[in-house]
């Protein structure tokens, strides 16, 4: 059972355009919401997040937007970058209780120049 | 180094053998993490310590799969009788606080049982 899925697994976007990666999610519990970056050969960096009180977060290039009613996130790059292309996963969590991460399977963005 | 470390990098291993792979943490995050990621996946909870202390490990596929943190610091995930379904990235994350977000991420272990 894929609580959070990321239904594209690539995506190709040309530099200094917007890039959009989706993620949804089915467990109503999870009230805090992440994004990852992974590079390969290394572990996954965070770049943002945003809890269930909210319905959008900024943070310089990077904007999540979370739809709770549709229990679907989006993150927002824009103006997309060379150093961008990497492997961007959507990850869910229980503020309250559980402690771990739920991971979606991982979207590949590739920045053409 | 600042980061979480974790080694081997690499490990192959027979089928049968048993591994110890250790993950060492930022200096003073209170909890550690271990996920597995196969090929092509993101990653899946494995286990969670709050200091030596393992609150959850419900995400342990067998009982092959043993973690320990015994002094609150380094972590040691165990695999014994390794499997070829084994075979993945065992990535390991801190935390300075007991809350499930803020964990950064060691550049994992890739083990391969042959």
């Known amino acids: 059972d894929q609580q959070v899925k990321q239904n594209s697994p690539s995506l190709s976007v040309q530099e200094g355009r917007i890039s959009i990666l989706n993620c949804d999610y089915t467990?109503?519990?999870?009230?805090?919401f992440l994004w990852y970056k992974k590079y390969p050969a290394e572990g996954p960096t965070f770049l943002i997040s945003?809890?269930?009180?909210?319905d959008k977060n900024e943070d310089g290039r990077f904007t999540v937007f979370l739809n709770k009613s549709a229990k679907h996130l989006s993150l927002h790059i824009v103006p997309s970058q060379p150093g961008d292309s990497a492997v961007y996963f959507c990850?869910?969590?229980?503020?309250?209780?559980?402690?771990?991460?739920?991971f979606g399977q991982g979207t590949r963005l590739t920045i053409n120049p | 180094g600042a980061g979480v470390s974790q080694s081997p990098r690499y490990k192959v291993a027979k089928r049968g053998q048993d591994v110890a792979l250790r993950c060492d943490p930022i200096?003073?995050?209170?909890?550690l993490f271990w996920y597995q990621q196969a090929l092509g996946q993101g990653p899946e909870f494995l286990t969670y310590?709050?200091?030596?202390?393992?609150?959850?490990k419900s995400g342990l596929p067998s009982d092959r799969f043993f973690a320990e943190r015994p002094e609150g610091s380094v972590s040691t995930l165990k695999i014994q009788r390794t499997q070829q379904e084994d075979s993945a990235v065992y990535l390991c994350?801190?935390?300075?606080?007991?809350?499930?977000?803020?964990?950064?991420f060691g550049p994992g272990t890739r083990l391969t049982v042959l």
């Open positions: 994350a801190s935390s300075p606080q007991g809350a499930g977000w803020g964990q950064f």
């Open positions: 467990n109503s519990m999870f009230d805090y």
């Open positions: 945003i809890s269930s009180i909210k």
């Open positions: 990850a869910a969590s229980r503020i309250q209780g559980a402690q771990k991460l739920v």
């Open positions: 200096s003073g995050h209170v909890s």
């Open positions: 310590f709050q200091n030596e202390a393992q609150l959850d």
